[in-house]
């Protein structure tokens, strides 16, 4: 659809909000910590400029964002304008994909992948979260920041920096995040939650997944696996489950780290964690998946043993290329 | 000592920095992000102001700090102006202490705790790290801030926030990390090194210490052990065990987080991590320790049974009380 989208900047971004009324806001499936504090930012700002808006998504909401979800407290309407925010692909609204996707008038984003799916389009893509440009577009409308607005805001920027600590983060990300915390936020109570909570269910699943840890090719890849059985055993819910693949880069000397999620019984999700010269895009794409450079995935069908085969073998060849390659320029 | 320190504040602190030269900058024991960032970042301030300057540890520096630690590449010199940074109490220069302790012109620090052992003193209990007090030194100092001082302040103070995640990050924290972002600096790979990168080691005893995990009290309590023998057994180095506490409070639902990590045949050394409304201090206290409110600690001697059933029955009482308080306020 890329053509038929107009691309708004911050200025006629405030010119649509101002126009349009009775908001309906879409945040992506498997919502997390930006979609949803994106989300419910604007449409509490929106509340706050006299307009109606409430939040929709496709899966339950999980009780972990309730100090800003339930707090808000907002209720249906009959929509009339349809927003998408952190919603890089209309699929990503999942079973709302059918309902709205040929309707949706704004896209607020800050995905580079973003594939323009919506009439009109916002995207700071050197946003390290979509509610960065949320904090822009409040701050230009001239909202007032309630304490709520900020700790949705600051949320979703501590979201999906990982803490400030990922690559994304700009001066401006901990410019926003120095004036959220002038609005009474609770960014240490936030953050313990979204980072150093685990479930009873976790820490047993992280048990087991340690024993399944393989390390091949000089300590350079590591392989950890969790199968159906380790979830039912230890009773996680599929959202216990965020993060695991991280583990597997997180010790010392790897460069390439493998997760082998079963999700039916010859189905495997594969995710990929690599450092440089690494490139986890790449090595998925030779096995029909993709992603980013430092994180992506694919999908394998096979039993356990040749799923593993297929991927260690594909992270064999990355590494020997590297490896001639690193001969040739000695 | 209280009494015959003079304190300064940021005015009369570069006064004294450029009035004085040929410094020796001590660290405190088992140095961490923050003693070490300030102390280097300080160092090479003066060095730029024409000075001459160096860094002394009790310890050996771990080489994960290598980054700025090799980099800066200081040369030890005759020293006349002894400097303390980040040490609290002249006990924690360990064996330096002997041949400093009553000698030292200068102590910057931010720890409300600080015992007034030199003879001038900076304090800034308001800053989140000692960092943020040599960054305002070395701005107010007109000191060129190069990469390589900005990466040790900004890992300095990554450090004593938990990388922006704990109670004590102000507006100004972040704004310091906004400046410091652009002199250059990978926040993305110190943070990384920070706390992103696990030994194989540390998983080991990772998983062995999850497995002596003991819930009390309606699952509001958490006890792990680190026995000798695990320390042993996984290869860890003293090193590797830093955190494991934290580990005990991060579960769901647990308020009182318990580490046990025996230290001699019949001597182990108990740390509590608590939660509002527990007091780890007050439990701590009653058991011959101390500390904070969230963290705090004691050496108890006996049998782990022993030992365990001390804490435990410790920990009993607070909650008898509290939840005995709780009663009478409904």
Do not use: W
Request: aromatic residues 6%.
């Amino acid at each position: 659809m890329i053509g038929s989208t107009n691309i708004l900047n911050l200025s006629t971004l405030c010119k649509f909000l101002k126009k349009h009324d009775d908001y309906i806001i879409l945040t992506h499936i498997s919502p997390d910590g930006d979609t949803l504090g994106s989300a419910y930012a604007l449409a509490l700002g929106l509340i706050s400029m006299g307009k109606k808006a409430f939040v929709v998504c496709n899966d339950e909401i999980p009780a972990k964002y309730n100090y800003f979800v339930k707090e808000a407290a907002l209720k249906s309407i009959d929509y009339k304008t349809i927003v998408a925010v952190d919603v890089a692909d209309a699929k990503l609204l999942g079973s709302l994909y059918e309902k709205y996707s040929d309707k949706i008038e704004l896209n607020i984003d800050h995905h580079i992948s973003n594939t323009h799916y919506a009439k009109n389009l916002y995207l700071d893509a050197s946003a390290s979260a979509t509610a960065e440009c949320i904090y822009d577009v409040l701050k230009k409308l001239h909202v007032k920041i309630t304490p709520l607005i900020a700790t949705a805001l600051y949320t979703g920027i501590s979201t999906d920096t990982g803490c400030f600590k990922y690559a994304n983060v700009t001066p401006k990300t901990h410019l926003i995040a120095a004036d959220l915390h002038k609005y009474g936020i609770d960014a240490a109570e936030i953050n313990r939650r979204m980072f150093d909570t685990k479930s009873k269910e976790r820490v047993e699943l992280e048990k087991m997944v340690l024993d399944t840890a393989e390390f091949h090719f000089d300590n350079r890849c590591l392989v950890l696996t969790v199968t159906s059985e380790m979830q039912a055993t230890s009773g996680c819910e599929p959202s216990d489950l965020d993060g695991v693949a991280s583990i597997s880069r997180s010790v010392e000397g790897v460069l390439i780290g493998v997760s082998i999620k079963q999700t039916e019984e010859n189905t495997y999700k594969i995710s990929l964690r690599t450092y440089e010269p690494f490139d986890a895009s790449e090595i998925c794409k030779t096995l029909g998946g993709g992603g980013h450079k430092a994180a992506a995935g694919c999908t394998l069908e096979g039993s356990l043993n040749d799923v593993k085969k297929q991927i260690i073998d594909a992270v064999g060849k990355a590494i020997e290329k590297n490896d001639a390659g690193a001969i040739v320029t000695e």
